[in-house]
């Protein structure tokens, strides 16, 4: 028995007792989202039999003569989808300070092209100090970002880089000229930030701390500042442990994450 012949199988019993966890099924898409995936009707029979309707009863309301050859079917091309290895789409990260959503952008860099909007900020604000006589550059910035975070959490709030429909518009020019390849997007940090990514095909991911645990440098006021206040929970799509390691949170991306 090869590794879709045993998903297939493992597959049947789930459906017909959904209360079990399908830890043992594994494949590199969720089952929810492999079922998007399957013909009309083999899903719609997987989706029956998931509710309960037995197979004879599920064929009758599809108008098949054959109820049980095409549940079989069914679980043994949801087998076959799984297994596929397929390219995650567009992921826009949301979260404290912290949480790793750097991180996990330049972890996926050589499939994703990064789209870094609060890099866009930083050189916003460089070009501000040059403009008043200040020697300071957009590296400097980025290599101190502790000290100047303050900085740009007000000047943001200023040119109302959280709200403005255009900044996130601007950002995201050079990718809609690329073609709109798979891309990572940092940060999403407002509901009218998160529409827009939304708009565009992106699906939001929170990273979460665990409950009293903080990283990264910044000040109790900073850390209350409103831009790093949490997304509406209606904004996200998927939470994932921000404690885990980069190569769990990606491989949790991959299953969750609707590909191309």
């Given amino acids: ?100 959503k750097t991180t996990l952008c330049e972890a996926l860099k050589e499939t994703h092209m990064h789209i870094n909007f609060t890099d866009r900020l930083k050189e916003l604000l460089a070009e501000t100090y040059k403009a008043a006589g200040l020697d300071i550059s957009v590296e400097r910035i980025k290599a101190e970002k502790e000290k100047f975070r303050g900085h740009l959490q007000e000047f943001g709030k200023i040119i109302r880089y959280d709200v403005d429909s255009s900044w996130i518009l601007e950002i995201l020019k050079p990718w809609e000229a690329a073609g709109r390849p798979p891309a990572t997007f940092d940060n999403v940090r407002t ?53 885990k390691p980069v190569p769990e949170l990606i491989e949790e991306l991959k299953r969750e994450v609707p590909p191309l």
């Fill in 191 to 243: 509901p009218a930030q998160a529409l827009l990514v939304k708009r565009a095909g992106f699906t939001i991911v929170r990273l979460n701390l665990p409950k009293g645990v903080q990283r990264g440098e910044a000040t109790p006021e900073q850390r209350r500042h409103p831009v790093e206040q949490p997304l509406p929970s209606r904004w996200v799509d998927i939470e994932l442990d921000a404690s």
């Fill in 1 to 100: 028995m090869n590794s879709v012949e045993r998903r297939a199988w493992l597959l049947r019993d789930y459906f017909h007792d959904t209360s079990s966890v399908p830890l043992k099924i594994g494949g590199h898409l969720s089952i929810s989202i492999a079922m998007l995936k399957l013909p009309e009707k083999e899903r719609a029979m997987l989706l029956y039999v998931r509710e309960g309707i037995p197979l004879r009863r599920a064929g009758r309301l599809l108008r098949i003569d054959d109820p049980f050859d095409l549940y079989n079917r069914a679980c043994y091309r949801l087998a076959e989808i799984m297994e596929e290895k397929t390219v995650l789409s567009r992921i826009a990260f949301t979260g404290p300070i912290g949480a790793g």
